[in-house]
């Protein structure tokens, strides 16, 4: 398929006169440098366990502490306070120094 100025449809046209030129080869190399990076988020929901009727309990993610919810239609409550550490004990594992 041809394009308007004898080109393929794909190509790019470049414009005749030199500061036109200049100009798009300087938007080009900026464009070329510009990265986009997505936003780290702190909370994150780990899994979900529907227990029906619109309740579920939730492994939540916050910084470095995993939480266990359970989740209602009327309200959020915190379950364990961080399930990482209780499934340490559980297996046998030293309970840390405070």
Known sequence: ?????????????????????????S??????????QRKVHAL????TLPLGDKRFLALVRWNDETLLV?????????LEPDANRRAGLAAGEPEPAA
């Open 27 to 36: 938007l080009q190399g900026f464009l070329a440098k510009v990265r986009i």
């Open 44 to 47: 994150r929901v780990e899994e």
């Open 1 to 25: 398929m041809q394009g308007r100025n004898g080109g393929s449809a794909n190509s790019v046209v470049w414009p005749r006169q030199p500061a036109m030129q200049a100009f798009w080869r």
């Open 70 to 78: 359970g989740v209602t239609p009327q309200n959020i409550t915190l």
